[in-house]
């Protein structure tokens, strides 16, 4: 499914040309040049498996060269077999996607989850920074990881926790990594589910697919992200130099979901 939903979105992006890409240790930024002005997307920054830098191959074959393809080919490198392409073209699908500022909320996904997990079970894909200020305010909080820290659940253990959570949050790295078709399968009908996170598109397209909230970023400084993310920034350091969070619901979550 998570191959369909890249590819629907795909289907709605136009054209533009391309103005910067920057990939960096944490996040990738793909500027584009779009109605007179910069638009800027966001992705996690993946790294090739092997991360064998010195060898014959290379995880990014046009490196040098990927600012001077039009937008619509760097969005379909999220079909790429390597990850950092794949993280190029999730920035350009978030750059180029087009914006219903109407339908946005200045909110965190923090609060989101904060507020419809008050006094629920809340299973939360992929440890995030606010992992402790949530589990004062959720009823129960299971947290699964790849890399378990702490209080963290193993990722294998997503078949026992999410068929058991009244409000799932997936990090919009489940669409980079393959990983989205299974999880969203484990939610009951009843749970409310939410993607979350820089690399989310914020699309209401992906309601079709099990989503009721998007939380993901708006890039407002282009310069400052683009500084921010050639030097290493973490997300807190690239927020604070001009990135937007925002929240948009489906229909029938307004509704009162």
Known sequence: MSQVILEDLLATLPDAPVHTVRIGTHWTTVVVE???????????????EDDHHHGA????????????????????LVRSASPPEVSVGMAAINALLPQDEG???????????????A??????????????????????????????????????????????????????LTLLNGTFDGLIRLCRPDALVLLLGPSTPLSPLLFGYGVHILSGTVVQDVDAVLHMVSQGANFRQVRQAGVRLVTIRCEGDREGR
């Open 34 to 48: 779009s109605q007179g002005r910069r638009r800027g997307g966001l992705a996690t920054s993946m790294r090739p």
């Open 57 to 76: 191959g290379s995880a990014v074959p046009d490196a040098g060269r990927l600012h001077q393809q039009g937008g619509r080919a760097l969005a379909e």
């Open 103 to 117: 339908a946005w909320v200045d909110l965190n996904a923090q609060v989101v989850i904060a507020e419809r997990g």
């Open 119 to 172: 006094g629920k079970h809340v299973a939360l894909v992929g440890h995030f920074p606010f992992v402790p200020h949530l589990r004062e305010r959720v009823g129960r909080l299971s947290v699964l990881e790849l890399r378990p820290r702490a209080d963290d659940l193993p990722a294998s253990a997503a078949s026992e926790v999410i068929p058991q959570a009244d409000v799932v949050a997936l990090t919009s």
